[in-house]
Each structure stands twice: as C-alpha cells, then as structure tokens.
T-cell receptor, first 113, second 119 residues
Framework: DADVTQTPRNRITKTGKRIMLECSQT?????MYWYRQDPGLGLQLIYY???????NKGEISDGYSVSRQAQAKFSLSLESAIPNQTALYFC????????????FGPGTRLTVL | AQKITQTQPGMFVQEKEAVTLDCTYD???????LFWYKQPSSGEMIFLIY??????QNATEGRYSLNFQKARKSANLVISASQLGDSAMYFC????????????????FGQGTILTVHP
C-alpha cells in the first residue's frame, strides 16, 4: 500500500462548488503539506502543518482552507471553486529530522469548469 | 530573484549516454538542503536524491549523482547510462533553514527540465 494516498485522484467540478481533497499518510510523519502544480510549472505551496495544532499559510493560500483532522490526515478545501484553480494538487509529508525528504502522494487532477 | 533556476526547458539524450541537468540556487542561509524529483507523464513526484549544504561529498543514488558546487551555488543532477524510462520532467528543489528548528521545511521548486531519452 502507498505511504501517502490522496482522494479523489481526478475530479471535475463547476465554478462555485465547494470541494474537498483528502490526504492520508502511514509514514508517521508530523509535517504535512499541500502543493499545487499548474501545467508545465513547478509546485507552489498552499498550506503546511507541523502537527495537528499547527497550520500555516503558504505562498498561494487565497481561496483555499485546510483541516488537520489527525496526525495522518490533512484535507484541502476549495470553498468556491473557480476555473483558475484547475491544477494538479499534491499532498506531501516529511519528518522533522535534519535530512527530511518530502514524500508526495500520487496527486489529484482537479478541473473547474 | 528566483531561488531555484533550471535553465534547460528540455534536454535530449541517447539511450545509455550520460546527461546533466542544471540547477542553480540562491540563498543566504548557511543550512539548506537540495533535492531532485522526477515526474513521469503519469504525474507522481518521485524523490531521487538529496544533498545537504554541509555534506562534504557529492550525493549518489544508483545511476543518479549530484554535482554539488557550493561556491557556484549549483546542484546539477547527473544521470548515467540513460534509460528510456528516464524520460520525464525533473525538478530541482531547495529547503532552507534547520529542519529540526524553526524552519517549516517548505520546498521551493524550479520550473523543471523535460528529459527525453532516444533509443
């Protein structure tokens, strides 16, 4: 089984709809992240969380919110989706050691019509 | 200023040849980490190799090695004996600060390089 899972893997929605993307991890990491990737570009950080009680905005948090339900679960919500939020969304986790590699989930392809 | 710069939008290499993907970075933090990820057409992000700013030797992982030149602030990825399955987008990324301290471990990504391996 994958260490970092994301659901759904693909989603098509309409402008104005609320949508939630979910992420679960079995790596036992405290740190979790949500990134967005636009076509042909690198990843940009939306939100990150050091633990259940510590949630912080990243570079592009406007229009998004998150919930850290447990150490293993980190959800991203689009309260009112708009077309320019069409992108590939990644969840990632890392430990807090000196060489903490971020491990990514498989990604969710979101299309907002 | 860009923190991570990958100047090669696309690279081509013959199967079994070696290829170098360029990455330069900009930071004033003495403690940082450099990462390379591979993203095949299926979309997932696959971690390849890591280099810490205090590491004395270049990192190696199988056919991947990182040519780390600290004074030049470059961290080029070298793939030896290219295979058709190496065709993908490759991202260089940097994490600044002490990961065990106050740094939140954010990765800053470059724009990526598309590598195509020809048979």
């Amino acid at each position: 089984d994958a260490d970092v899972t994301q659901t759904p893997r693909n989603r098509i929605t309409k402008t104005g709809k609320r949508i939630m993307l979910e992420c679960s991890q079995t790596k036992g990491h405290d740190r979790m992240y949500w990134y967005r990737q636009d076509p042909g570009l690198g990843l940009q950080l939306i939100y990150y969380s050091f633990d259940v009680k510590d949630i912080n905005k990243g570079e592009i948090s406007d229009g998004y919110s998150v919930s850290r339900q447990a150490q293993a679960k980190f959800s991203l919500s689009l309260e009112s989706a708009i077309p320019n939020q069409t992108a590939l969304y990644f969840c990632a986790t890392s430990g807090d050691g000196a060489t903490d590699t971020q491990y990514f989930g498989p990604g969710t392809r979101l299309t907002v019509l | 200023a860009q923190k991570i710069t990958q100047t090669q939008p696309g690279m081509f290499v013959q199967e079994k040849e070696a290829v170098t993907l360029d990455c330069t970075y900009d930071t004033s933090d003495p403690s940082y980490g450099l990462f390379w990820y591979k993203q095949p057409s299926s979309g997932e992000m696959i971690f390849l190799i890591y280099q810490g700013s205090y590491d004395q030797q270049n990192a190696t992982e199988g056919r991947y090695s990182l040519n780390f030149q600290k004074a030049r602030k470059s961290a080029n990825l070298v793939i030896s004996a290219s295979q058709l399955g190496d065709s993908a987008m490759y991202f260089c990324a940097m994490r600044e600060g002490n990961a065990g301290g106050t740094s939140y471990g954010k990765l800053t990504f470059g724009q990526g390089t598309i590598l195509t391996v020809h048979p």
